[in-house]
């Protein structure tokens, strides 16, 4: 089940055709998810473009709260363009994530002597045995090679162990097409959702996390665990108009109830395909929108973002906790 079986409109935005990150044309993404006795995790990439180590697309990042252990995003900050798939995993698999990317690359690129591979994640040990190590290198390329322009949401790859608001949360993804100046464009996002607290949940001005608390008695619990959100566009941008979109995403987590509290990493990684910083011999020349004109991405990126996190509650399913206590699914209450 996806957000739009349950929701026919959320938001003033119209939807790309497939509701998903890929509705922008190039991009791809993929999912192996690990799901055996304590394992409940698993890998999600994000792929911007064929061959990307070349075309490097202009990129920004844009960290709401830093309580989170992502690699890559100094360079990618200071440069403005990323070289790499984005992957996706669990707090302690980071570094097996790195060297996933690194050893892709290398075997489609054998000269490359640097490289800045990009990797985030969130806290999934409320239902996974972490401490396991479950995921390896090998997972990465294969997600990487699974990778599609159709993908899951809910309860897989880099989502399989995580909880959102109190409930079951996983990968999610939406997105938004606009015109400006009589060309259409289109965002899209992806969420790895693993933060908030059930009594804040608001679903379209409705706090229906209160009633799911009351009606499950769940005990109080802090806005902590963390969010990955991915934007991608094919909107004509520099790095700079990027991370002015990449701080709106902030108003649909906001809108949705979170608080972003202490423990919660929040961070949005963002990409165009519309520029690259490919290397080039001469002067490299993009076409950027004037700032006046940005209104419409700004509201959209929070829009998409907001839809993108009920995705992947809606399209999770119940399961246990390492503990053997419940984790309820939104679709349940709705």
Partial sequence: MRVQEVFEQYGEGTRGEKNLITDVKGVKAGHVTLDDDTIHTGVTVVVPCDDIYHKKPVAAVHVINGFG??????????????????????????GQCLEGLVRYTLAENLNVRTFNPVCGETNDSKINDIASLAVRSDHVIEAIENASDTFETGAVGAGRGTVCFGLKGGIGSASRTFRIKGNDYTIGILVQSNFGSMRDLTIAGDPIGKRIAEAIKAQESEDKGSIMIILATDLPVDSRQLKRILKRCETGLIRLGSRLGHGSGDVVIGFTTANTM???????????????????????????????????LIAAEACQDAQGNPVHALREFL
């Fill in 69 to 94: 252990k992502t690699a890559g995003l100094m360079q990618l900050e200071e440069l403005g363009c990323i070289e790499s798939p984005i992957a996706l995993t669990n707090t302690l698999s980071v």
């Fill in 278 to 312: 490919e290397h080039a011999k001469g002067m490299i020349v993009h076409e950027i929108l004037p700032d006046h004109l940005l209104d419409p991405a700004f509201r959209l990126a929070g829009e998409a973002t907001e839809e993108a996190v009920l995705d992947s």
